[in-house]
């Protein structure tokens, strides 16, 4: 009796699109991609055995664009029909790798006495944040960065911290002196009244420690300030030991 033949097993009907969508990645890069297509190849690493056109399409209708889709959250993220846990956690992880690396490229052993150096040092930190974040760089008697110390983060337009805390971790790093940083997510590079009254209380705090601020800087996504260069950075009066403007 002749055995029954075998049969291969079909082949998924998106398979060759994946795999011409990825020749085309390695033969014209990431940029010859549409959104959405950058989005559906995202989705491949998560969901192996699926059509993630749909998918894709979907993140780009409620999010409204590609950049908007990689700056959610992933709960945001979970509620797009398709999106599970994992993919949601890919999508939402591309940002920090993009920052982690951002970090790690700059050099830390530099001077930054100048406020273009301290703009380009202090702007990876703020790399896809979609709320405000608050940065001490301690730093020696040369300027030069000891550590970055992530003293609070907040709402998209607001951001408290607690004062001891901050105090606390600057004078474990042995600093001298030490630069503030902030984002504006959605602001102007301006310092509002409110940077004023906080920049001032941080100035005192740790002026009464020995440790000079040299100046405040806020990031926006396109721009960047400096208090110090502005003429508006409080220092402190160690004599009277009070802060001056």
Known sequence: MPEPKQTKPSKPIHADHRARMQARVQRDGLESLAEHEALEYLLF???PRKNTNPIAHALIQRFGSFCAVLEAGEEELAQVEG????SARLIHGVLGFARYY???????????????????????LFFGLQQE????IAMDDHCTPLRDIRVAEGLPNKVTFDINRLARAAVATGCTCALLAHNHPSGLAAASEADFAATAQI??????LGIDVLDHIIITAGDA?????????????PYNQQVCY
């Open 102 to 124: 951002s970090l790690h490229k700059r050099g830390r052993r530099v001077s930054l006495k100048q406020t273009e150096q301290a703009v380009e040092y202090v702007r990876p």
């Open 45 to 47: 690493f998560a969901i």
């Open 83 to 86: 999106v599970g846990p994992a």
């Open 225 to 237: 300030c400096s208090m110090r260069q502005s003429g508006r950075m409080p220092h402190y009066d």
């Open 203 to 208: 100035v005192k705090a740790l002026g009464l």
């Open 133 to 136: 974040a608050l940065y001490l």
